[in-house]
C-alpha cells in the first residue's frame, strides 16, 4: 500500500504544480519586489556598521533586573542602527552624574534607543549637560530604584521623570516583561499602601511569558476601569516616593508625560478607542489628567508632551523620537531648568504650562 | 518570502524604493514591447531615478507606498496560499487517498482505557503548546526525515508544496519590534 501511495502521489504532484503554476504567476510582481527589495537591502548594508545584538549590550542587575553594560562605544539596531556610548556605570553618554545638570530618569526614551549619541536630547543642549538613567523596558519601579541608589548624588540638579503611558503605567504592576523578572509594585493587603516587589529578581527566565499588548492595555487605562484604578494608584505611590527621596536629596524633581503617538493623531485616537472594552469612555487625556492631578497634589510640576510633540516627533511603526522630536526635547529640558532650577541665559522662548500645585 | 518586513527601517524603504523604481522602468519597457512601439528607454530611466533617488535621499517618503505594497502582498499571499492548499488537497491527497487506510482501530479489552497518559509541557509552551520548540524546530527537513524513516514516501511529494507554502507566509504584525526588549 506504501508504494501504491507514493506512486499515486507521485502522479498527483505534476498535477498539482500544473494547477498552481497561474496562481505562482499572478504573484510575479510580489516575487520579483520582494526578492529585488532583499538583495539590494543586502548591497546597501555591505558597508553599514554592523550593531551588536542587545544581549551583548545589557546584564543582568540584581534587584532591578537588567542595565545596559559599562564603557560600550558599538552600533545596536533600533528603528535604524544607532551609535551609542555607555559610561563607566553603564548610562548612555560620556558626562557622569557629577557633572550634568539635569538627570533624567526613564525608560527606552531616556536611554536615547534608536538616536545616535550626536542625535539624542542629553547631547543636544549647548550649555546643559544631560544625563540619561535608563534603559530599554524600565518600568517606574526600576526608575524609582535607581533614583533612590543615585539620590546622594543628585542635589541640586534638576530630576527629570519620564513616564511613558505605552507600558509604563501597565507594566509597574508586572513582575515580567516577557521572559525577564521586573521589579513591580502591588497594594499591601488590608492596608491603603503599596510595596515594591524584587525578591523574584533573578537571571533566570520568568517560567511563563506573557504576550505583549500595550494599546489595548493603554485603550483599558484610558477610561474608568479596575486596571485604571489600580494603575494610576501605582502611579501615583511611585511618583510620592520619587517626590520624597528627591525632596531628601534636595533636588527639584519635575514629571514628563510622554504619550504614545497614536494619541497624538485622530486617527490613532479612533483606533485606540476601538479597542477599549467600552469606545464611549475612552479618553485619551486621561493618563495626562490623572498624573497631573497626582503631581498637583504632590507639589511636583509637571510637563505633558502632548503640548510639545506631534505624532510626526515619532519614528512611524517604532514608537520613539525622531531626531527632531530629540531637539524638542532638548528644548523643553532647557527651558524647564531655567524655569525650575535658574541661572543660565535668558531668552524669548515664551513659558512653560507648568501644572504645579 | 513573498512579503517585506511590516516594520521596516530606513535601510529597508531605501532598498524598496530601489526596487520599485526598477520595477516600474521595467513595466514601461515591457509594455512598449507589447505595444509593439520602440522601447522608451528615455522614459523608464527618467520613472526609475524619480522614485528611486527620493526614495533614497528621504526614504520616510516611502513609507506608505511600502505599506500598501506590503498590504497587496499579503493580500496576494493569502489567496494564493488557500489556492495552493486546496490544489494540493484535490490533487496528492485525493490520490493517495485511493489507496485505502492503513488505520485500524481496535477496541479496547473490557474495563482498559485507550487514553495515554501525558506530562506537563514545559514552560516554553505557556503562550502557544502548537508554537513548542520540538514541534516547529525540525521543519521540513522534520517530514522529510518522517516520510523516509516510516516508509511514508508519499510524503515527500509534499515538501516542495510546504516549501512553498512557507515562502507565502506573511510575517507577523503587530507587537513591539522584535529585539527591543532582547535584554540579556
Known amino acids: 500500500m506504501r508504494i501504491l501511495r507514493a506512486i499515486l502521489a507521485s502522479l498527483g504532484s505534476p498535477i498539482c504544480w500544473l494547477a498552481a503554476v497561474p496562481v505562482l504567476a499572478l504573484g510575479f510582481p510580489f516575487w520579483g519586489i520582494a526578492g529585488l527589495t532583499r538583495i539590494v537591502s543586502w548591497i546597501l548594508r555591505l558597508g553599514a556598521p554592523h550593531p551588536v545584538p542587545w544581549q551583548q549590550l545589557m546584564a543582568f542587575e540584581p534587584t532591578i533586573g537588567w542595565k545596559p553594560r559599562p564603557l560600550l562605544d558599538a552600533y545596536a539596531k533600533g528603528a535604524r542602527v544607532f551609535h551609542l556610548t555607555t559610561d563607566a556605570e553603564g548610562w548612555r553618554g560620556r558626562t557622569t552624574i557629577e557633572e550634568s545638570d539635569i538627570v533624567v530618569f526613564g525608560d527606552s526614551f531616556a536611554f536615547g534607543y534608536g538616536a545616535d549619541d550626536r542625535t539624542w536630547f542629553a547631547a543636544l543642549h549647548t550649555t546643559l549637560r544631560i544625563k540619561g538613567i535608563g534603559a530599554n523596558g524600565y518600568n517606574m519601579v526600576q526608575e524609582l530604584l535607581w533614583m533612590e541608589r543615585l539620590a546622594p548624588r543628585l542635589r541640586g540638579k534638576l530630576v527629570v521623570w519620564f513616564v511613558y503611558y505605552g507600558n509604563d503605567l501597565y507594566e509597574n504592576l508586572q513582575p515580567n516583561l516577557d521572559r525577564y523578572r521586573m521589579p513591580f509594585v502591588r497594594p499591601i493587603p488590608g492596608s491603603k499602601d503599596w510595596e515594591i516587589v524584587t525578591s523574584h529578581i533573578r537571571p533566570e527566565p520568568w517560567p511563563c511569558p506573557t504576550p505583549r499588548r500595550y494599546y489595548p492595555r493603554l485603550a483599558e487605562i484610558c477610561r474608568p476601569s479596575f486596571l485604571s484604578e489600580r494603575a494610576f494608584a501605582a502611579c501615583s505611590f511611585l511618583l510620592a516616593r520619587g517626590r520624597d527621596i528627591c525632596r531628601e536629596a534636595r533636588a527639584p524633581l519635575v514629571v514628563i508625560g510622554i504619550p504614545v503617538p497614536a494619541q497624538l493623531e485622530p486617527e490613532g485616537i479612533s483606533r485606540l478607542a476601538a479597542m477599549a472594552p467600552d469606545a464611549a469612555a475612552f479618553d485619551p487625556d486621561l493618563p495626562d489628567r490623572r498624573l497631573a492631578e497626582t503631581c498637583r497634589a504632590l507639589g511636583v510640576p509637571f510637563v505633558t508632551l502632548k503640548d510639545h510633540l506631534t505624532a510626526d516627533d515619532y519614528i512611524r511603526g517604532d514608537g520613539h523620537w525622531t531626531p527632531a522630536g530629540h531637539r524638542r526635547v532638548a528644548t523643553l529640558l532647557g527651558q524647564l531648568h531655567r524655569e525650575l532650577v535658574g541661572g543660565g541665559k535668558p531668552d524669548r522662548t515664551p513659558r512653560l504650562e507648568i501644572a504645579t500645585s | ?184
Request: aromatic share 10%; with cysteine; net charge positive.
Open chain 2, 1 to 184: 518570502m513573498i512579503t517585506l518586513p511590516a516594520r521596516p527601517d530606513r535601510n529597508w524603504l531605501r532598498s524598496f524604493s530601489v526596487a520599485f523604481a526598477l520595477g516600474a522602468g521595467l513595466v514601461i519597457v515591457a509594455l512598449a514591447q507589447l505595444l509593439d512601439t520602440r522601447p522608451p528607454l528615455r522614459l523608464a530611466v527618467a520613472v526609475t531615478l524619480v522614485i528611486a533617488v527620493p526614495g533614497l535621499l528621504r526614504p520616510l517618503l516611502m513609507y506608505r507606498i511600502y505599506r500598501g505594497w506590503n498590504r497587496l502582498a499579503r493580500g496576494y499571499a493569502r489567496i494564493a496560499r488557500h489556492l495552493l492548499l486546496r490544489v494540493c488537497y484535490y490533487t496528492v491527497f485525493a490520490l493517495v487517498a485511493r489507496a485505502g487506510s492503513a488505520l485500524r482501530v481496535e477496541r479496547p479489552a473490557p474495563g482498559t482505557s485507550l487514553w495515554t497518559p501525558r506530562s506537563t509541557l514545559p514552560p516554553t509552551t505557556y503562550a502557544s503548546q502548537d508554537a513548542s520548540p520540538t514541534a516547529s524546530k525540525d521543519g521540513l527537513a522534520g517530514v522529510l526525515l518522517w516520510s523516509i524513516r516510516s516508509g511514508q514516501l508519499w510524503a515527500i511529494f509534499l515538501v516542495p508544496f510546504l516549501a512553498l507554502l512557507r515562502m507565502l507566509e506573511a510575517e507577523a504584525k503587530g507587537g513591539p519590534p522584535a529585539d527591543i526588549y532582547t535584554l540579556y
